[in-house]
């Protein structure tokens, strides 16, 4: 079982060392997504996860938090600490977190 973070703790989990994985597709994570998170679609998942060696911390983010949280329960059962951000890209937008665009533009949750 995966453990729960909402934006707040997730972004001080982010800030002491955990890496944030955006398991939305591409565009989605083009238009609006957390300054330094890394973009794995999470149906690629399975087969990009030596991207994430030696990461102590996992924070699993997508739209709403569902698709996020089926990346974390996969993550534990490969022996990564994963977590869920409740609530997703909304909550970490209505808590006036950093989001910014590809070209590191102010961005959107869309």
Do not use: K
């Not at 238009?31 to 060696?53: F, I, K, N, T, W």
């Not at 997508?62 to 534990?76: D, K, M, N, Y």
């Not at 909550?91 to 950093?98: F, K, S, V």
Request: proline content about 4%.
């Amino acid at each position: 079982m995966h453990r729960e973070l909402d934006a707040l703790d997730a972004y001080d989990a982010v800030r002491a060392g955990a890496v944030l994985l955006d398991v939305r597709e591409p565009e989605e994570f083009a238009a609006g997504h957390v300054p330094g998170a890394r973009s794995v679609p999470l149906g690629q998942l399975g087969q990009r996860l030596d991207e994430l060696a030696g990461s102590h911390t996992v924070v699993c983010v997508c739209r709403s938090g569902s698709r996020s949280a089926t990346a974390a329960e996969a993550l534990v059962a490969a022996g990564y600490d994963a977590i869920n951000l409740v609530g997703g890209m909304i909550a970490w937008a209505a808590e006036g977190l950093p989001i910014v665009t590809a070209s590191g533009a102010a961005g959107g949750v869309h």
